[in-house]
């Protein structure tokens, strides 16, 4: 009785001490920066270093626009949402405020697929005829978007 | 003339007198009783937790246990990670076509399960 208690036990503990360790040894590193995502990127393109180096850079340079025009999307979903539960809550809205921010956004979107387009075609410049098609293919949800109303 | 009778053959003859028959219903009650303590749920319980203390009292069957277990443990860590790749992959994703185009929705962009890009 004893003796197949302890051989259960051990068993338990050995295998829950191989899963932890095993999960906390291989366990992938968090998403947090814009070097992991080019790393990710290296990676699925097979970049050589130089490519890579090349690609960082443009991403380094391009990027913070991209991100300060991320901000600015989001400021106007906000602001229409508002609207929103404006008219359903008090029945009214400030149309003159809605006709800016419809404006602002008009603007906002010309603005970003022209970003877009700027970053893209500069990181395919970079890259091998195969290594683009491969990067246009990760790229095909968002190029969906943009080739709605231009084509890239 | 006749052989005497044997000895032997008359004993056994009054032996079988002398011994009262076994009615029917005895053995089938007996072969009853024992069935019925054969089925019952302690009996069976039991009768299987013997027969796991037999088998772990041989140390090489204590050992292929605990290798099994370390290795089950490790086949599901490397199922837990095979999914935490997925999801990291499909979240890289979503990162960086959020990075190209903040005009991307949420709704636009890839799921974990589509997200296993081979090059």
């Known amino acids: 009785m004893k003796r197949t208690l302890l051989v259960l036990s051990l068993g338990l503990v050995a295998g829950t001490t191989a899963h932890v360790g095993w999960f906390a040894a291989k366990r992938p590193a968090p998403v947090d920066s814009l070097d992991t995502q080019l790393a990710w990127i290296r990676t699925q393109l097979d970049l050589a270093p130089d490519q890579y180096r090349q690609l960082k850079h443009l991403h380094e340079q391009l990027g913070p626009r991209q991100l300060q025009l991320a901000a600015e999307v989001e400021r106007l979903r906000a602001a229409f949402a508002r609207f929103e539960r404006e008219r359903r809550e008090a029945g009214e809205v400030d149309f003159l405020e809605v006709a800016r921010a419809a404006a602002d956004s008009r603007s906002l979107d010309r603005e970003c697929e022209a970003s877009a387009r700027q970053l893209v075609s500069a990181a395919t410049r970079v890259m091998t005829p195969e290594q683009r098609q491969r990067y246009l293919r990760l790229l095909a949800p968002a190029l969906k978007d943009a080739a709605a109303d231009q084509p890239l | 003339m006749s052989p005497a009778p044997d000895p032997l053959e008359a004993a056994l003859q009054a032996l079988s007198a002398e011994t009262p028959r076994q009615p029917g219903s005895v053995q089938r009650e007996v072969w009853r009783r024992l069935a019925h ?26 050992t292929v246990f605990v290798a099994a277990c370390l290795l089950l443990g490790l086949f599901l860590a490397e199922v837990r990670l095979n999914r935490a790749q997925h999801e990291r992959t499909a979240a890289l994703e979503r990162g960086y076509l959020q990075l190209i185009d903040p005009l991307l929705s949420a709704t636009h962009l890839p799921r974990a399960e589509s997200a296993a890009h081979q090059p």
């Open chain 2, 37 to 62: 303590a054969e089925s019952t749920p302690t009996s069976r319980t039991q009768h299987g937790w013997w027969r796991i203390e037999a088998a772990f009292a041989h140390p090489a069957f204590a």
